[in-house]
């Protein structure tokens, strides 16, 4: 399943940012998450992380780990492609 993970940085790790991204792919990689893209944004979100991950218990947990760092939150959304969103309607 993929996943959009909605990132705000604490202010205690804006200025860490090799530290924390090192941290993030180490447990990403524990948990077999695989990370296909990190965006850096301005306004109400620090960060836009694409993930892909087994099952949601596994997302989050991460998103849990990676508040409990301090590093700042997460939100997470699951994301649907085109199939997906095509199945959904023929159910209706």
Do not use: C
């Not at 948990?31 to 892909?52: A, M, S």
């Not at 218990?57 to 997460?74: C, D, E, N, P, V």
């Amino acid at each position: 399943m993929k996943y959009i993970l909605l990132g705000q940085l604490s202010s205690e790790w804006i200025g860490r940012q090799r530290e924390r991204l090192q941290a993030v792919k180490n447990k990403a990689a524990e948990f077999d998450i695989k990370i296909d893209g990190i965006y850096y944004t301005q306004g109400e979100y620090d960060f836009v992380l694409l993930i892909r991950a087994t099952d949601p218990y596994i997302a989050l947990a991460f998103t849990i780990w990676y508040a409990k760092q301090g590093y700042g939150r997460m939100t997470t959304m699951p994301a649907f492609d085109e199939s997906a969103m095509e199945a959904a309607v023929e159910k209706i």
